[in-house]
Every structure is written in C-alpha cells, then in structure tokens.
C-alpha cells in the first residue's frame, strides 16, 4: 500500500493545494555531501534553474563551534565531524526504542513547526490557515496565503520536510562550512524543529555549498556560493546511529530555506543487546565483495532503516561496509554495500523495518 503524508501546503496563491508529495523537477541539482547516499536527501533548493559548479571541499575541521542559541542542542558548545570509522567493540548496548508516531499530534507538532520555521525568516507574521482535509488520502492540507512553500510528515517514522522558495538568489552571506553549521543549529534552535533524547547528540556529516558560475567573452567568471546545506547525523552514548541525515539548507541571506528531519525519535531503552565478537562478525560480511572489492570505508553502531515508510519499533546494531566496484559502468552502481547485523540474536533485532500495511 503507498504510504500516506500528513501534509501542510503553504500557498501563496488561489490554486487547490496538491496532495501528492511536492515534485523537484524543476529545481536546480545541488552537490550531495559524500557522507550520505544521493537518495536519501531530498534534491533541489530553487524554483529557478542555475548554473552549478563543483563544490569547493569544505575545511576536514573535525570539530565546530555553535552559538548561544544551539546550545539547546549541543550544551558543549563543540559539534564534532562524524568519524569515518567507529569501532563497536562486543560490549553489550542498551536497545533503544523508537517512538510510535500518533498522527493527530504529529499534525498538531508539524503545524507548530511550521510556525517556528517562519518565524526566523521574510515569512514571519504570515498566518496559517487549515483547510479542508481529504480523509480519502489521509492528508491535511494548510494554506498560508501570499506565499509558496510545502511541509509533510510520514506518519510511520515521524520524519517531516518543510521548504520554502529562496526568490532571487546572490552571494551567500555565509563565508565558510565553519559558520554554515553555526548558523543553521543556531536557525534550527530558534524555531523548535529538532529535540533530543538524554543521551542523544548531533554530529556533521558534511557540509555542502550551491555555486553559481558563468564565463564572459573575456574571460571566465569564478563561481560564488550563493547557499548552503548542512548534513547532521546523531549518536546515542556515544555510539552513532547509522541512517537518515537530517536536512539544513540556508538561503543567501543565511535563513531557513529548507529543512528537513530524516530519523526517527529515541523514546528510551529497553533491555541490552549483546554485540557479537570480531570472528562472527567476519563470518556475517559477503565474502565475495570482501574478498574482490576495496573496502571504502565502513559504519558501525545503531542502524535505522533509511525508508521513512517502514515500521521499525527498535534500530538494529550492526556495520554498513561500502565497497568500491571499479568494474560498474554506472556511476551510482560504484559502490556497493553489506550490511552486516551484529546483535548476538540477529533474527530478534533485524536492520530494516518493516513495511506498513
């Protein structure tokens, strides 16, 4: 069965909102941080096209300051770069519960987001207004009058996006991937959109920036930035979870274009799992690719099923190894991963969810 989205539509003219999921096609593409896959992030930032160029890296700064403000989120001031590598050990973890997603307060909390998102931009001031819901796709849809944009939430995980259009777009007023993350948790802070559990905390898994370029007659034009988009994944004690990023991007003025959180709420903890040792875990990887493929890089700690449609009461323990495959004529095919459970009962804790009926 397709899964259903609680959606808020902000319009900003008389046309019915659509209850589909917003298409992208017409945004401009936007560099992915190599942290995550392409699929996983939600494409474009613009409502007009643009030329884009290669990204220039940003800084490998294994730590970034946050301002007052994201102290709600990060109280230690620092937010670390997440490692390539995490080694589990076989010590036992606690099993981590994730929340059941009540749809009429999860509409209630989306709603609320909105206005938070608003609030620290040119929006701020606009009123929402419900409008009729379609009981027949299982959707509500919210108009915000003189004003364009979208919000939506799965109701299986909780995951939700709002997104604004940026208008016309120029140099960015943000300088650098160290001010980028300082700016959106600061942004992100201020407007309510993400809580976290006790032992919860954020990490970057990369920071990427949008460019305009062009060339004249006489002589090339260096590309600008003109936005930025901030990937943020999470630990729980320490232990990363591995799964979907949540989403910060920021217009040229530095403001909220576009957010969106990926992962499900950490609830509390149920019980321990036992991590299995170093020789089993060896004898649950493909060994076809460990034996003929180069080992990129792997994730070990909580797993979370990327799929915000699937049921998944608990993420499982366990290590993604991404492998090079130089062989692929497709460049998404280059590179292949194994996921390997490590909880000593694999059956009771599996990596993937469940799909909802």
Request: aromatic share 6%; net charge negative.
């Amino acid at each position: 069965m397709k899964t259903n989205h609680i959606v808020l539509c902000a319009l900003f003219t008389a046309t019915a909102c659509s209850v589909a999921e917003p298409p992208d096609a017409n945004d401009a593409p936007f560099p992915e941080a190599a942290a995550e896959k392409a699929e996983l992030i939600e494409k474009g930032l613009s409502d007009t096209p643009a030329q884009v160029a290669a990204p220039t890296p940003p800084p490998r700064a294994t730590e970034f300051r946050v301002g007052a403000a994201a102290r709600k989120l990060v109280p230690s001031g620092v937010i670390n770069r997440r490692p390539e590598h995490f080694d589990l050990g076989n010590k036992p973890l606690p099993r981590l519960q994730f929340a059941t997603v009540d749809t009429p307060a999860e509409t209630a909390k989306l709603r609320k987001r909105v206005n938070g998102f608003m609030s620290g931009t040119t929006w701020a001031g606009a009123q929402i207004e419900e409008a009729a819901l379609d009981v027949s796709q299982g959707l509500l849809q919210i108009r915000i009058p003189e004003k364009a944009g979208f919000a939506f939430a799965n109701p299986e995980s909780g995951a939700f996006t709002i997104k604004r259009p940026i208008g016309e777009e120029r140099r960015s007023s943000i300088r650098d991937a160290a001010e980028a993350v300082a700016v959106s948790l600061d942004a992100v802070a201020n407007a309510g959109l993400l809580e976290l559990a006790p032992k919860e905390s954020l990490e970057v898994l990369g920071v990427t920036a949008r460019m305009h370029g062009g060339s004249s007659e006489s002589a090339k034009q260096e590309g600008e930035a003109v936005a930025y988009r901030v990937l943020l994944g999470r630990a729980y004690g320490g232990v990363p979870v591995i799964g979907p990023p949540t989403m910060v991007t920021l217009d040229s003025a530095g403001q909220l274009s576009a957010f969106r959180k990926g992962w499900r709420d950490i609830v509390g903890e149920s019980g321990r799992v036992a991590v299995v040792g170093q020789s089993v875990a060896d004898s649950r990887r493909d060994q076809l690719m460990s034996s003929r493929l180069a080992l990129k890089h792997n994730r070990c700690g909580y797993i979370e099923d990327p799929d915000a449609g699937a049921l998944q009461g608990s993420p499982g323990v366990g290590c993604v190894y991404t492998y090079l495959n130089p062989a692929a004529s497709d460049p998404l095919q280059r590179e292949v991963e194994d996921w390997v459970n490590l909880a000593d009962d694999a059956a009771a804790l599996p990596l993937r969810g469940s799909k909802a009926l």
